[in-house]
């Protein structure tokens, strides 16, 4: 039996389970993009949270990146961080 990259985080043992659906349904949505392509999925995400009074905490969306990043090459990645450190300048 295969083992789902979700198994290998227990963050997802305690996190509400739509908040588990949603990041579950945004990663599948993600395999073979480019992380450019990812802010209309990550709003809509978001939203959907929101529609049920959710939300992830930082923690959660630092496990969310490492997922969606973890087949990046190192360049994709440092370009992954630097969007990161522009949003979060911005707030």
């Known amino acids: 039996m295969s083992r789902s990259i979700f198994d290998e985080y227990d ?3 305690t996190m509400h389970p739509v908040k588990v ?3 579950k ?3 599948k ?3 073979g993009r480019q992380m450019k392509e990812a802010a209309p999925l990550l709003m809509a995400a978001g939203s959907r ?3 049920q009074n959710l939300s ?3 923690e959660e969306v630092s496990v ?3 997922i969606l990043t973890k087949d990046m090459s190192p360049e994709e990645k440092a370009r992954v961080e ?3 450190n522009i949003v979060r300048k911005k707030r």
């Open 29 to 31: 949505n993600m395999q």
């Open 25 to 27: 349904e945004l990663v």
């Open 56 to 58: 992830f905490t930082p």
């Open 64 to 66: 969310l990146m490492e």
């Open 11 to 13: 963050i997802f043992k």
């Open 82 to 84: 630097m969007m990161k």
């Open 49 to 51: 949270l929101q529609g």
């Open 21 to 23: 659906e949603v990041m």
